[in-house]
């Protein structure tokens, strides 16, 4: 849970670089690229579903009436039931921020192994080979799952523009103001 909260704060407090765009995309070779994923995209790997609970006593929280502290004793028990009950399972989890709002996003072991792999600098075709290993999704199915991973994933904001796209945009930017 503190690993889980951690993970929060560095993803609302974290930086946040130029996003990549689609046509940031053209003319790159995918075999040597590499993706930087944003400062704030937090990976965790956790041995019990605590992204749950954690929406669960936020959630009660924010029910809370704080009015005397004979109730907050009482939402103290109702509290540990939950943990207590937790079954050990293993989950793979992004924390991510959107216009300033911290998410919780459920992801699968692939998907968790591909975005670690690109964080680490592994180029695109490295990573997904990585992702892959003692996988159970069937290979023909692959090349769709990677295509929506990535997809989704841009959607979201997670991937930094390259820094030679960067100057490149910059260089265009300065020619088109003179």
């Given at each position: 849970?503190?690993?889980?909260?951690?993970?929060?704060?560095?993803?609302?407090?974290?930086?946040?670089?130029?996003?990549?765009?689609?046509?940031?995309?053209?003319?790159?070779?995918?075999?040597g690229?590499?993706?930087?994923?944003?400062?704030?995209?937090?990976?965790?790997?956790?041995?019990?579903?605590?992204?749950?609970?954690?929406i669960?006593?936020?959630?009660?929280?924010?029910?809370?009436?704080?009015?005397?502290?004979?109730?907050m004793?009482?939402?103290?028990?109702?509290?540990?039931?939950p943990?207590?009950?937790?079954?050990?399972?293993?989950?793979?989890?992004?924390?991510?921020?959107?216009?300033?709002?911290?998410?919780f996003?459920?992801?699968?072991?692939?998907?968790?192994?591909?975005?670690?792999?690109?964080?680490?600098?592994?180029?695109?075709?490295?990573?997904?080979?990585?992702a892959?290993?003692?996988?159970s999704?069937?290979?023909?199915?692959?090349?769709g799952?990677?295509?929506?991973?990535?997809?989704?994933?841009?959607?979201?904001?997670?991937f930094?523009r390259?820094?030679e796209?960067?100057?490149?945009?910059?260089?265009?930017?300065?020619?088109?103001?003179?």
């Amino acid at each position: 849970m503190v690993r889980l909260e951690w993970a929060d704060i560095r993803a609302f407090d974290g930086g946040a670089e130029p996003a990549l765009c689609l046509e940031d995309l053209s003319g790159i070779s995918v075999s040597g690229a590499r993706l930087q994923l944003q400062p704030y995209v937090q990976l965790l790997e956790l041995h019990y579903p605590v992204d749950d609970l954690a929406i669960q006593l936020r959630e009660n929280h924010e029910r809370a009436d704080f009015a005397s502290n004979g109730l907050m004793e009482n939402r103290k028990s109702v509290r540990v039931g939950p943990v207590a009950a937790l079954e050990p399972k293993q989950i793979f989890v992004v924390v991510h921020r959107i216009d300033f709002s911290v998410y919780f996003r459920r992801i699968e072991r692939e998907e968790f192994a591909l975005l670690s792999a690109l964080r680490s600098g592994k180029t695109i075709e490295r990573a997904i080979e990585l992702a892959f290993q003692r996988s159970s999704i069937p290979e023909f199915d692959r090349g769709g799952y990677v295509q929506h991973c990535f997809q989704t994933w841009a959607t979201l904001g997670w991937f930094c523009r390259p820094e030679e796209i960067n100057a490149r945009r910059q260089s265009c930017e300065k020619r088109v103001r003179t």
